[in-house]
């Protein structure tokens, strides 16, 4: 098996960004994936496993090794009843149409996920999320392939220690496990997630939604919202769209203890009720997006070559600039934030250097 080279990176990136990377592996099947993989650790050769490059940020400089991107693109159901169904989803199936289908039959459970960026492979990762939902809800099982044992093995929801954004793949530095297909357990006819008041607002007043009506017409409603706010926000990508050349929201939504809490509410002599948080399990979360504002970054801020979102102050776009820029905006913000109200924002999308 022989990788391609000099593969130019910015060409997948959703942000654009990004230098060559020396070798470039499209697998398909288990074997594949096996024979890149030994390719490379016969040639002492680095590699990273890759999905739709929607949370990856490559250096200008590229990158020195392999990148192995999955392409294997199953979608089986595994078992159904008269109210569940399981469906296994390869890891390089597309995220967006997965949720498409499973409106399609009649299955909630990702609804609210719709018009996110990426490969279903990548979805546990960051347990990705919106609108109140997020993939740890619905995933039953992940399998994947250990490079300590060289095996495929599965692991269940709660071995994936799924958080906010978090999983047990995100908190291992180096790569140990790839993630080979997700299962998921969605329910026939079940009620769309509505936490969000304005969401169901929204739905009932756009697109018809009927308390009644179970099933894919009340979800491709709830969908058909969730896609016009993204899009509102050009949060889908759409490489015509100068304000989605982004990773996404660039930063997490810190979690803070109280007396950091009471610290900034001095600091910008804000009243509580002004600010948009919500107590969490540790502690107090707020809003990263509004933050950045209240330090002084608005919609549209400009830096050189990439700046702020003017449709989402949380985005870092590419207005034709370098991951360089990218780097010294988000320290910028960072720099600013911690100095003004002692919080860490901590960025969302992956930096390879
Ligand atoms: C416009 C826009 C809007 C977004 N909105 C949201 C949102 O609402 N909510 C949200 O949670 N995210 C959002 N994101 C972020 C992003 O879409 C998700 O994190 C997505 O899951 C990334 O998928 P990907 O296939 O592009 O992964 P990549 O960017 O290619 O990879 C991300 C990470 O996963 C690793 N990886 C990828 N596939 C595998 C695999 N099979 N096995 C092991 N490791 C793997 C990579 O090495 C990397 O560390 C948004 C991004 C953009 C550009």
Same mark, same amino acid.
């Given at each position: 098996?022989?990788?391609?080279? %000099?593969?130019?990176?910015?060409?997948?990136?959703?942000?654009?960004?990004?230098?060559?990377?020396?070798?470039?592996? %499209?697998?398909?099947?288990?074997?594949?994936?096996?024979?890149?993989?030994?390719?490379?650790?016969?040639?002492?050769?680095?590699?990273?496993?890759?999905?739709?490059?929607?949370?990856?940020?490559?250096?200008?400089?590229?990158?020195?090794?392999?990148?192995?991107?999955?392409?294997?693109?199953?979608?089986?159901?595994?078992?159904?009843?008269?109210?569940?169904?399981?469906? *296994?989803?390869?890891?390089?199936?597309?995220?967006? @149409?997965?949720?498409?289908?499973?409106?399609?039959? %009649?299955?909630?459970?990702?609804?609210?996920?719709?018009?996110?960026?990426?490969? +279903?492979?990548?979805?546990?990762?960051?347990?990705?999320?919106?609108?109140?939902?997020?993939?740890?809800? #619905?995933?039953?099982?992940?399998?994947?392939?250990?490079?300590?044992?060289?095996?495929?093995?599965?692991?269940?929801?709660s071995d994936c220690s799924f958080s906010y954004?978090?999983?047990?793949?995100?908190?291992?530095?180096? &790569?140990? @496990?790839?993630?080979?297909?997700?299962?998921?357990?969605?329910?026939?006819?079940?009620?769309?997630?509505?936490?969000? #008041?304005?969401?169901?607002?929204?739905?009932?007043?756009?697109?018809?939604?009927?308390?009644?009506?179970?099933?894919?017409?009340?979800?491709?409603? +709830? *969908?058909?919202?969730?896609?016009?706010?993204?899009?509102?926000?050009?949060?889908?990508?759409?490489?015509?769209?100068?304000?989605?050349?982004?990773?996404?929201?660039?930063?997490?939504?810190?979690?803070?203890?109280?007396?950091?809490?009471?610290?900034?509410?001095?600091?910008?002599?804000?009243?509580? @009720?002004?600010?948009?948080?919500?107590? +969490?399990?540790?502690?107090?979360?707020?809003?990263?997006?509004?933050?950045?504002?209240?330090?002084?970054?608005?919609?549209?801020?400009?830096?050189?070559?990439?700046?702020?979102?003017?449709?989402?102050?949380?985005?870092?776009?590419?207005?034709?600039?370098?991951?360089?820029?990218? &780097?010294?905006?988000?320290?910028?913000?960072?720099?600013?934030?911690?100095?003004?109200?002692?919080?860490?924002?901590?960025?969302?999308?992956?930096?390879?250097?």
């Open positions: 098996m022989q990788p391609k080279k %000099d593969v130019l990176i910015s060409k997948f990136s959703t942000i654009g960004l990004g230098g060559k990377a020396d070798y470039f592996f %499209d697998v398909e099947s288990k074997v594949e994936l096996q024979k890149a993989i030994d390719w490379c650790t016969e040639q002492s050769i680095e590699f990273r496993i890759v999905g739709g490059f929607s949370n990856l940020l490559f250096s200008d400089h590229g990158y020195r090794g392999a990148l192995i991107r999955l392409i294997n693109q199953d979608l089986e159901i595994t078992s159904k009843n008269d109210t569940h169904w399981q469906v *296994r989803v390869d890891a390089g199936y597309e995220w967006d @149409e997965f949720v498409s289908w499973a409106i399609s039959q %009649d299955l909630a459970g990702t609804e609210c996920l719709s018009g996110i960026p990426g490969k +279903v492979g990548a979805s546990p990762i960051q347990n990705i999320g919106a609108y109140g939902q997020d993939v740890s809800k #619905t995933i039953t099982e992940v399998e994947v392939y250990d490079l300590e044992s060289k095996n495929f093995k599965k692991l269940s929801n954004r978090n999983s047990r793949f995100k908190k291992s530095i180096n &790569l140990t @496990e790839i993630i080979w297909s997700v299962s998921f357990e969605l329910e026939l006819f079940g009620e769309p997630l509505m936490k969000y #008041t304005d969401l169901l607002k929204r739905a009932k007043s756009n697109h018809r939604y009927k308390q009644q009506a179970a099933g894919k017409e009340q979800l491709t409603a +709830v *969908r058909n919202t969730v896609l016009e706010i993204r899009k509102s926000k050009s949060m889908i990508y759409n490489p015509k769209d100068k304000n989605s050349r982004s990773l996404g929201s660039f930063f997490l939504n810190p979690v803070v203890s109280k007396e950091s809490f009471d610290y900034m509410c001095e600091q910008l002599s804000a009243k509580k @009720e002004d600010i948009p948080y919500f107590s +969490v399990d540790n502690g107090i979360k707020i809003s990263a997006a509004w933050l950045i504002e209240q330090a002084g970054f608005k919609r549209g801020h400009q830096y050189r070559g990439v700046g702020l979102s003017e449709k989402h102050s949380l985005a870092i776009i590419n207005r034709g600039g370098s991951t360089k820029e990218v &780097l010294e905006l988000a320290e910028a913000i960072q720099q600013t934030i911690h100095e003004k109200y002692k919080i860490k924002l901590k960025p969302e999308p992956q930096h390879i250097p």
